[in-house]
């Protein structure tokens, strides 16, 4: 019985008064509705007693936003032209909604605004009195570009210029530090203490500021401290340290030996092997005729990846850029480097002997 109420009447109610009735489910489905009016449009409409009952009044969702919007909107006065006009409670309630037009509101704003000074360029300006930088304490300055200068300068201090004595202003932690002391660079220059003193090596007289490191300066440049190396006692001691442990802990490659059988026959008695010259140890060096010859392996000094046409690897790159930077430095030293292939003195051994006394005979031809 309660599955046949639910398929015959909309609600418990009408299947209530139709069990009353007697029209159980032997006659068909009842009329039961309800004939309303649409709260905004007044347009009647038939609808089920639950539906009123849940508290439906409206025709469409269309005439239900209507009519909310409506409740929402009350009628105010405009303050400056005495013109009515509609609002919103939501403005009403914030202190919105005091003029009709934004004309209206621009009119009238401007016998309520009050007047300031820029706390940072002194110029006059107004703003208004109800405007939420004025609540907060804002409202200080009359541009953004003044704003962004005054933040700027939070935090700075004026203090007097060590030199010239004129006041400057300055980061209040750096003048803590005892850092900034000078208003300018040319204040700072002139206030230095300048010693003289002469290069150990060629003998120009260099200019240095008095520092506690200016007893350590022997030389005017890196030049001259690295043509003066090899004339230092201490340095040529330590010099032969390391080339007597590097000479015990490396054992030579093929290539190597096949360099040094080479030298053997071109330049007896006046070359050295594992030779320390400045920054590196390199495989031969003839010291006489500053000569410098490197057994380069073709893997890893670049020669299989240039031959095969890619892109060395990173570490490869690093080695190529290392042997450039170490011939550079030596050419302006005053050596000369000879770089032979790993393939060269395997497979031609001969040739790289002629190159090598090549670059012995052009050193006579200098002299």
């Not at 046409?309 to 480097?337: E, H, N």
Request: aromatic content about 6%; some cysteine; charged content about 30%.
């Amino acid at each position: 019985m309660i599955e046949a109420r639910g398929a015959l009447y909309c609600s418990n109610e009408c299947a209530h008064v139709g069990a009353r009735q007697g029209l159980g489910g032997k006659v068909g489905r009842p009329s039961c509705v309800v004939v309303i009016q649409c709260a905004n449009c007044s347009i009647e409409l038939s609808l089920p007693p639950s539906r009123i009952k849940n508290g439906a009044k409206y025709c469409s969702a269309k005439c239900y936003h209507e009519h909310k919007t409506a409740t929402r909107v009350i009628e105010r006065i405009c303050q400056l032209c005495d013109r009515r006009f509609e609002a919103r409670m939501s403005r009403v309630e914030r202190g919105k909604a005091l003029y009709c037009s934004p004309e209206c509101a621009r009119l009238g704003s401007k016998s309520e605004r009050v007047g300031r000074s820029c706390g940072m360029c002194g110029k006059p300006f107004e703003v208004l009195p109800t405007h939420q930088r004025i609540k907060n304490g804002g409202g200080q300055y009359c541009s953004p570009d003044c704003r962004y200068a005054a933040a700027s300068l939070s935090g700075t201090v004026m203090v007097p210029c060590r030199a010239c004595g004129e006041e400057f202003r300055a980061q209040r932690s750096r003048v803590e530090r005892g850092r900034k002391l000078y208003c300018s660079e040319a204040c700072k220059f002139s206030e230095q203490v300048r010693v003289e003193r002469a290069c150990e090596h060629c003998g120009d007289v260099m200019i240095l500021i008095h520092t506690r490191d200016v007893e350590d300066r022997r030389f005017c440049s890196r030049r001259c401290y690295d043509l003066s190396r090899p004339n230092d006692p201490e340095i040529l001691a330590h010099m032969a340290r390391i080339r007597n442990m590097q000479r015990q802990k490396k054992q030579p490659t093929r290539c190597e030996k096949i360099l040094y059988d080479l030298m053997d026959e071109a330049a007896p008695g006046t070359w050295e092997r594992e030779f320390p010259l400045f920054y590196w140890t390199v495989d031969v060096a003839v010291p006489r005729r500053k000569l410098v010859v490197q057994a380069d392996g073709d893997y890893w000094h670049g020669l299989t990846a240039a031959k095969a046409g890619k892109s060395p690897s990173p570490s490869v790159a690093l080695t190529i850029a290392k042997d450039r930077a170490q011939d550079k430095y030596l050419a302006m030293a005053g050596w000369r480097p000879l770089r032979l292939w790993e393939s060269e003195l395997k497979q031609d051994p001969q040739w790289c002997l002629r190159r090598i006394k090549a670059m012995l005979l052009a050193e006579d031809g200098d002299d």
